[in-house]
Structure formats: structure tokens, C-alpha cells
């Protein structure tokens, strides 16, 4: 199949490492996968292509207002290649009537200039079929596909057995570990649980180590978000101080993994529009590759859904002090439901399986089984 | 046929003008027209629409800026409308070879920005008018007289406003310093004592424009408002769309000019006609024989060139013979260049 992804991509931030994977994936499996457009210089193994002779399926994946290509390039899209072979992958519930959570939200037209109204008509506009990485998307024409995936061969580390990956974590010293936790990701929407997840760390960071946050906003508020009055990217440099909390900007997608591995645990956090939509996201994923243990700070139906029921061995009780100690006395436990959760994760959330999702979902439009 | 127009919307502007034009006659005809996009305060009777399912053909009407709406409206409205119901407008000859006229006014300034310009229009689709009279070198792209005359919108001489003016030139300094400073300026020098009042009515004869580069093109603002008012030339703010020909009543004699790419390419303009609404002695500084096919044989008689002083002076000292040249050329406007007949050529632009 030849497969165009409509996006856009930037090193830094949103779901490139996703797009690189399903590029990467597709080719290995005999597909020709690549995104709209010209190559781009920071990432000169991503493939590019402006070609649209033989697509089979376009993919938008929509995040921001900018992955939808602008003229002339949105006109030749259209016209070129039929409806029927155009799929939206909403990854921020944009499909969706207003949602305001906390301080998160879908849409928020002082920000991008866009209403409600003008996401839900441009994605009807690309196509009939509409997907979001949930497993059960709010609305009833709207399909679930989780679009994220997981790569075996993105993991770090591979250990045979539980007690072996204990052992090296176990004997790793500051110079490979010099993080008790770290999280990678902006400061968008995520401060609240970022907050609470120092604070409760705080009473075990001086057996563990000091906690990292990299990304962008941490360090200050952001001005656009003082000047448009955004809550939810708040952050508090005192409060980061006094827990001794390094602080780093953002980092390129393909650092990810080895940084993250630079920690004892990593927590995997969702903003509060994606909890309350059940968005999965790159991280939901990704973290898995390091060579750490993540902490679930998801619903434990989410987990169980999605990682396997392994996996709710990570995912903290009442007290997350109590579960990261008990990780450091005895990670073996920690240990076998990560590796349990990385087969479940090949097994059932590969870019193989992805492909075959996707093409599914439009040969299954093609017979009408869309719901209305 | 109901049709949507995607275009620039300026209250002072011809293009905004002549399809509020074509709106109010399309009805007559059983059809619509309206513009894309939320009403606006400043020009209430404009119409504006956004109901992009109740029109079944889109116009993308380009002048000298490639105009966008964003990409969000636009994939809407490329699914709504299939290539075959889209047309493209192209008032200011920006879909034709790259043009310079003499180091002066061109329609881009490199081969580049062409490509780009014609590379956005082909996306859009196959069918390019200009606005030109019909005619066989038009090639494959067509020909759309687009701006027409409209009788209902005539100035009768019992409600027009006195004549404050002598002489009024209306429109925009946008391309048109070359001429108006190397032919008119000159003869209005040489007459100044014998004339009334004069103003240049538009924007960026006083000053450029505030927006600076981004603007267009330096050069196409030129001027030089210290000789314009040595020469005790006004120059009022622009007025709205439906206050052109009212304004243009003012005075007994109204000059038409028309930047050189536009003249060179015989564009067709909304002020071609809307000067002859108005109650007013219509001088045009056009070719004669571009002035002829336009407005019939009578009005090589209101060409100004040559003497142009003298000219002047022979229409504001014998007004009623002007007139009936006037009245001569309004009809064959009539005739020819009503919005009925336009809405279905518009109409028949798009076939079936």
C-alpha cells in the first residue's frame, strides 16, 4: 500500500515520533508510508513526498491547525485522491463538542482561531471516516483507532527475564541513573499532576534521587499564556527549587528513550482533556521503550485496556511513596510487569497491527460499514 | 445556479462592489449570488454568506493578492465544490506571463512568484477568466467582461449633490503616479488659474500606506502630495463602495485612469462604468480604439489625450454637447454591458 500522512512535524514537540515509526514500520513491512510534503532538514530520514500518484490511503493526523496543508497543496490532496481513501486521526479530540476539563479544553479559538464548529466541518469536509485514539470514542461516528503503536525495536534495553533487568537497574550507579524520576514532555495542561506527583515523590526523592522535568514552560510561565490568560501551564519555580527538581527544555523526539532512561522511574501522565476523552498519546507508548520503570498515573481501566493487566502493578496505590519504595526493595515485581506489558504492547499495539487497523477501517468504509 | 464568491471583501473596492451587483440582479434571473464570509458591520447590504451548502458553484476571485481563506474553510469548501464548479477570476492579470512595462508596473516581479501564483490557481482549478472583453487571442483561458454597467445605480442630475468639483479624479494611486504625473499633473498646471476646485479622491495619493512593505510593491505608491497641493489639488479619504458614484457627482468632470498593467492588458475595471453613472462628464484616459470597444464609437470623443489641458477646458466650457456624448455611451452600456447580461455570461462561464 502507499500510504500519505497528512501532518505536520516538528523534532521538538507533538506526535513525530509516532509519524517516524509508522514510516519506518510501513516500509519494513513492504508499504510505502511517507508525509505530505517537502523533506524537512532536521529530520532527513523522515520520508517526504509531494507524489500523489497511487496513494491508497491519506491519513490527516490532526493535532494543531497547521496539519492541515495550506494551498496549493490542500487542493491537490482533495482532488487527487478520492474521499473514500481519506481517514482523519483526530489526536485531540477536536471532533467533539466543546470540552472544557479543568483547565484543558479541545477548542479554543483566542488561541489558534479556530471554533469548534470549523474542526468538526473541515474533518467532515477530508472524510467520512473520523478516528481518535480512544477506545471508545464520545461520539458514534467517530472510530476508534489508536494510531500510536508500539515498536519492539525502539526499546532500549532487552532483558530475558524480570530478574535480570532488576539486577542491572538495581546496580546502576549515579553516573547512568543520576534521576530518582523523569518526565519528558511540555508543560501543557499538566502542571496540576505534575505537582502532585513531586509532592507525593518528595518524601522518598532523597533514597531515590532528585526528580527532572524536561520540556518546554517548566522553568517559567510561558507569555502567551500569561497575555491570553491560559491556566493549566502554570508552573512554580520556588516550589521546584525547594524539591530540588531539575529543570531542562524540551528535547528532540529521538532523545527521548536514552534520556528517559537516565531515571529509576518515569511517570506516564495524561492531560486532563485526554483522561476524560480516553486519548492514548505517544508517551502512553514510548515510555516503555526506556530502560526504567514507568508509574502509570492513569485509571486503572485505561491500563488494564491498554497495557494488559500487568501493567496495573504500576500504577500506584493511595500512596505513591509506598509503591516506588516497594519498587526499590523489590523491582523484580516492577521488572516482570514491564516486561510482561512490552509483549502484550508487540502483541497488540505494533505498527503491523496498526497498518492492518488502518486499512481495515477503510476497506470496511468502502462497504458502507461506517457508522452514520 | 447559485453561486459563492471567495474574494477580498473592501468596502472601497471595485470587485466587492460589482459582485453586491451581481447579487442584487441575480434573483431576477433564478439564480444566487453572495460572498464567503460573516456580515459586515461597515457595509451591512453587502451579501455575505456562510452557508456553504446552499451554493451549488464557488468563484475565487483573485486581484493582486493571491487571497486565502484559511485552510480549514478552504478543504470545506473544495469538497463542496468539485473542479468542474469552480471558477477562477483574475482581475488584475496575475494569471499571464510575467509582465514589466517599462521598469515600471508589472504582475510579479519574478518568474518565481509567478510559479507560484499560477501553481495556486491550477490547484484550484481548470477554468481562468480574465477580466477582459471577450476575444479570440484569449487562448485557453477565457474571457469575462465581469464589471458591468448598471442603469439603476445612475445618478440622475435632479438628486446629485452640487458640483463642488471641477474635477475629480476617483480611485486609488496604485500604479497609476506614472501617468498621472507625466500627463495630467501637467495640464492641470498649465490651467490651474482657469479651473474650480480638483481632488484626487482615494487612498495613498496623501501618504503610502501605513502598513509599509507589506502593502505591495514601494513603487506602486509613488507620489508626491507637496505637488499635488502646489497645485491646489485635494485629496479627500476614500469613500465606500456605495458612495462612488454620488461622490463622483460632485464634479463636472470625472477622469478615468488605469494603471498601466491593467490599460496594457485592456483589463476591464468597475470604475470603467461607474463613472458613467454618475451625473457627471466622464474623460477617459484609455486607448482610443480600447475606449471604442468598450463603450462604443462615441466615445473616442471623451479619450483624453493629446492636449489634455485644452480637452479640459473644451468639457467644462461646453457641458451639454459632452452630455450627449455621455448619454450616447450610456446606451450602449445599456445595451452591452448590463449585470443581467453578466450573470448570464457569469452563469453560462460555468456551463451546465
Known amino acids: 500500500m502507499k500510504i500519505l500522512l497528512v501532518t505536520s512535524v516538528h523534532p521538538w514537540s507533538r506526535s513525530v515520533s509516532t509519524i517516524q515509526k509508522w514510516t519506518r514500520a510501513g516500509r519494513a513491512l513492504g508499504h510505502d508510508v511517507a508525509v505530505y510534503g517537502d523533506p524537512i532538514p532536521d529530520l532527513p530520514s523522515l520520508p517526504r513526498t509531494t507524489d500523489l500518484d497511487g496513494v491508497d490511503i491519506a491519513v490527516l493526523v490532526l493535532q494543531v491547525a497547521a496539519d492541515l496543508p495550506g494551498m496549493p497543496r490542500l487542493a491537490r490532496l482533495l482532488d487527487r485522491i478520492p474521499r473514500e481513501r481519506r481517514v482523519v486521526a483526530d489526536l485531540w479530540g477536536r471532533f467533539n463538542d466543546t470540552v472544557r476539563v479543568e483547565h484543558d479544553f479541545n477548542h479554543l479559538e483566542k488561541l489558534d482561531e479556530h471554533q469548534g464548529w470549523e474542526w468538526v466541518d473541515a474533518m467532515q469536509a477530508f472524510s467520512e471516516i473520523i478516528t481518535q485514539p480512544a477506545l471508545s470514542p464520545l461520539r458514534p461516528n467517530v472510530r476508534s483507532f489508536l494510531f500510536h503503536g508500539y515498536e519492539r525495536g525502539s526499546v532500549a534495553r532487552h532483558y530475558e527475564h524480570a530478574g535480570e533487568a532488576a539486577a542491572a537497574w538495581r546496580a546502576a550507579g549515579a553516573s547512568e541513573k543520576p534521576y530518582g524520576a523523569m518526565y519528558i514532555g511540555s508543560n501543557w495542561q499538566r502542571w496540576d499532576q505534575v505537582r502532585r506527583f513531586l509532592l507525593d515523590y518528595e518524601p522518598v526523592r532523597a533514597r531515590i534521587g532528585r526528580a527532572c522535568l524536561m520540556g518546554w514552560h517548566w522553568d517559567s510561565r510561558p507569555e502567551f499564556a500569561v497575555r491570553l490568560g491560559l491556566k493549566g501551564i502554570d508552573t512554580d519555580a520556588a516550589l521546584l527549587a525547594e524539591l530540588d527538581v531539575q529543570v531542562h527544555q524540551g528535547v528532540r523526539f529521538d532523545e527521548v528513550t536514552r534520556l528517559l532512561g537516565k531515571a529509576r522511574f518515569v511517570p506516564v501522565f495524561h492531560r486532563p482533556l485526554f483522561r476524560h476523552l480516553g486519548l492514548v498519546t505517544v508517551r502512553t507508548f514510548e515510555t516503555f521503550y526506556a530502560d526504567a520503570l514507568p508509574v502509570l498515573l492513569l485509571p486503572r481501566d485505561l491500563v488494564a485496556a491498554i497495557y494488559g493487566e500487568a501493567a496495573l502493578e504500576l500504577v500506584p496505590g493511595d500512596s505513591l511513596a509506598e509503591h516506588l519504595t516497594l519498587a526499590m526493595e523489590r523491582p523484580e515485581d516492577h521488572w516482570d510487569a514491564v516486561l510482561k506489558t512490552r509483549r502484550h504492547l508487540a502483541r497488540h499495539h505494533s505498527f503491523a497491527q496498526r497498518l492492518c487497523e488502518l486499512e481495515a477501517l477503510v476497506r470496511g468504509a468502502g462497504r458502507g460499514g461506517m457508522a452514520s | ?352
Not at chain 2, 57 to 68: D, I, K, T
Not at chain 2, 183 to 201: K, M, N, S, T
Not at chain 2, 291 to 320: F, I, Q, T
Request: contains cysteine; charged residues 25%; proline residues 6%.
Open chain 2, 1 to 352: 445556479m447559485n453561486v459563492l464568491f471567495i474574494m477580498k471583501t473592501r468596502g472601497d473596492a471595485g470587485s466587492t462592489h460589482a459582485v453586491a451587483n451581481y447579487a442584487r440582479v441575480a434573483g431576477r434571473h433564478g439564480h444566487a449570488v453572495a460572498i464567503y464570509g460573516e456580515p459586515i458591520r461597515y457595509v451591512p447590504d453587502l451579501p455575505m454568506s456562510t452557508e456553504i451548502e446552499s451554493f451549488d458553484r464557488v468563484v475565487y476571485l483573485f486581484e493582486s493578492e493571491l487571497y486565502q481563506i484559511k485552510p480549514m474553510h478552504q478543504a470545506v469548501m473544495l469538497a463542496r465544490f468539485p473542479r468542474d464548479a469552480r471558477l477562477i477570476v483574475d482581475t488584475d492579470g496575475m494569471y499571464r506571463p510575467l509582465i514589466h512595462l517599462d521598469g515600471y508596473d508589472f504582475n510579479h516581479r519574478s518568474e518565481a512568484e509567478r510559479a507560484a501564483w499560477v501553481d495556486h490557481v491550477d490547484s484550484l482549478g481548470d477554468h481562468v477568466v480574465h477580466t477582459v472583453l471577450p476575444s479570440a487571442r484569449d487562448g485557453r483561458v477565457g474571457a469575462l467582461p465581469f464589471f458591468g454597467y448598471d442603469p439603476q445605480s445612475r445618478m440622475p442630475a435632479s438628486s446629485a449633490p452640487l458640483k463642488t468639483y471641477d474635477i475629480l479624479h476617483l480611485g486609488h494611486n496604485w500604479w497609476r503616479w506614472r501617468q498621472v504625473s507625466s500627463e495630467l499633473l501637467p495640464a492641470i498646471g498649465q490651467i490651474r488659474d482657469q479651473v474650480g476646485r480638483i481632488a484626487f479622491v482615494g487612498l495613498w495619493w496623501d501618504r503610502p500606506p501605513t502598513e509599509g512593505p507589506a502593502a505591495g510593491p514601494e513603487e506602486a505608491f509613488q507620489s508626491d502630495p507637496g505637488l499635488m497641493r502646489r497645485l491646489r489639488i485635494e485629496m479627500p479619504q476614500a469613500v465606500m463602495y456605495h458612495d462612488v458614484i454620488k461622490t463622483m457627482s460632485s464634479a463636472r468632470i470625472n477622469i478615468l485612469t488605469q494603471r498601466p498593467l491593467l490599460r496594457h492588458l485592456r483589463h476591464l475595471t468597475l470604475k470603467y462604468f461607474e463613472i458613467f453613472c454618475a451625473d457627471t462628464i466622464p474623460l477617459l484616459m484609455l486607448d482610443r480604439d480600447h475606449a471604442e470597444a468598450v463603450y462604443g464609437p462615441a466615445a473616442r470623443e471623451l479619450v483624453l489625450s493629446g492636449n489634455v489641458a485644452a480637452k479640459l477646458l473644451d468639457a467644462l466650457r461646453r457641458p451639454d454637447d459632452y452630455r450627449q456624448v455621455v448619454d450616447d455611451v450610456r446606451r450602449h452600456l445599456v445595451a452591452h454591458h448590463s449585470y443581467d447580461r453578466l450573470v448570464e455570461h457569469l452563469v453560462a462561464t460555468f456551463g451546465t
